[in-house]
């Protein structure tokens, strides 16, 4: 994986190919069917696409100014926006599992 700008970041999204910043601040990696665009840490991932699911999703919290810029380098429109808690749970599970388990948890 090539190292890259921030600003770089925005075609390697669109390309949704894996790609990690020159000062290792901003990468993006497949992992489990989705692609995920991190700032700083794996606890954080700004942008996810699910294949499976064929859908974009935005993580709407923010952190710092270095974190939202990084969101401006790498944007990407999106159909879906959640918190980085949810985020992560999607992350973890996938689109479509944390469907299910959120559904089920409100149903019981």
Partial sequence: MGRI???GAKAYVARKEP???NNKTMWAEWIRGQYVVFSYRYS???YIYDKAANI???NTSR???TTSRHASCAYVNCELW???DTMNKIYQ???SEFLKRHLNQKVT
């Fill in 82 to 84: 959640f918190d980085c």
């Fill in 44 to 46: 954080w991932p700004m």
């Fill in 19 to 21: 790609f990690m910043t």
């Fill in 63 to 65: 952190f710092s100014r």
């Fill in 56 to 58: 974009w999703i935005m």
């Fill in 93 to 95: 599970y996938g689109y």
């Fill in 5 to 7: 700008c921030n600003v």
